[in-house]
C-alpha cells in the first residue's frame, strides 16, 4: 500500500511538471521591462510579410487548431532555443519595437523553450517599430549543435520515465 501512495505522487509530480512547461505564464515585471525596452521577434516566411505590412495584423497560423502566435525577446535569443525549434523553416524576421504596456501585457510566457506567446491575432500599433529582414536563423542551423539535450528536456524525458514506470510497478503490485 506504501510504494502504491509514492507511486501515484511520482505520476503527480511527473505530470505536473509537464503541464507546467508547456502551460503559458504571466511575464514577471522584469520580463515586461525587457520587451518593452527591447521588443520582440516572429520568424515567418517571405510570403506573410506583405500581409502583415498591410493589415499590420500577424495572424496565428491555424486559427482553428491553436490560437497563439510565438515571438521572442529580441535581446538575446539561445541558439539551442532556435535549433530546438521548428522557426529554422522560416526565412524572415519581423523585428517589433516601441511596444505598449497593453502590448506586453497581453502577452506570455512558455517556459518549455521561452516563447513569448499571444493568443489571437496580435495588432500592430502605429507607434510600433516595424523592421523585416532576412532570418539570420539559416546560418546559426548550419552550426554544430553537440550539447545534445537541454536540461528542461532532460526534465521532461525523467518525468515520462517516472510516469511509465510507476505505471508499470502500480500494475505490478496491484495484480500480485
Given at each position: 500500500?506504501?510504494?502504491?501512495?509514492?507511486?501515484?505522487?511520482?505520476?503527480?509530480?511527473?505530470?505536473?511538471?509537464?503541464?507546467?512547461?508547456?502551460?503559458?505564464?504571466?511575464?514577471?515585471?522584469?520580463?515586461?521591462?525587457?520587451?518593452?525596452?527591447?521588443?520582440v521577434v516572429h520568424y515567418t516566411f517571405k510570403e506573410n510579410c506583405d500581409n502583415i505590412m498591410k493589415t499590420r495584423?500577424?495572424?496565428?497560423?491555424?486559427?482553428?487548431?491553436?490560437?497563439?502566435?510565438?515571438?521572442?525577446?529580441?535581446?538575446?535569443?539561445?541558439?539551442?532555443?532556435?535549433?530546438?525549434?521548428?522557426?529554422?523553416?522560416?526565412?524572415?524576421?519581423?523585428?517589433?519595437?516601441?511596444?505598449?504596456?497593453?502590448?506586453?501585457?497581453?502577452?506570455?510566457?512558455?517556459?518549455?523553450?521561452?516563447?513569448?506567446?499571444?493568443?489571437?491575432?496580435?495588432?500592430?500599433l502605429a507607434d510600433n517599430k516595424v523592421s523585416i529582414e532576412d532570418s539570420d536563423i539559416n546560418m546559426q542551423s548550419?552550426?554544430?549543435?553537440?550539447?545534445?539535450?537541454?536540461?528542461?528536456?532532460?526534465?521532461?524525458?525523467?518525468?515520462?520515465?517516472?510516469?511509465?514506470?510507476?505505471?508499470?510497478?502500480?500494475?505490478?503490485?496491484?495484480?500480485?
Open positions: 500500500m506504501f510504494f502504491n501512495v509514492i507511486l501515484v505522487l511520482l505520476m503527480a509530480a511527473s505530470m505536473s511538471y509537464i503541464g507546467i512547461m508547456q502551460f503559458p505564464w504571466k511575464l514577471r515585471k522584469k520580463q515586461s521591462v525587457s520587451l518593452i525596452e527591447n521588443g495584423i500577424i495572424k496565428p497560423k491555424n486559427a482553428k487548431k491553436h490560437n497563439w502566435i510565438y515571438f521572442f525577446s529580441n535581446k538575446n535569443i539561445p541558439l539551442n532555443i532556435l535549433l530546438q525549434s521548428k522557426i529554422q523553416e522560416r526565412n524572415v524576421k519581423v523585428t517589433l519595437s516601441n511596444l505598449t504596456k497593453e502590448q506586453v501585457r497581453m502577452l506570455k510566457l512558455r517556459a518549455y523553450d521561452n516563447a513569448i506567446v499571444h493568443k489571437g491575432e496580435f495588432n500592430i548550419k552550426l554544430e549543435y553537440s550539447v545534445g539535450f537541454h536540461l528542461k528536456h532532460i526534465f521532461i524525458y525523467i518525468s515520462l520515465v517516472t510516469i511509465f514506470v510507476s505505471i508499470v510497478m502500480l500494475l505490478c503490485f496491484t495484480f500480485k
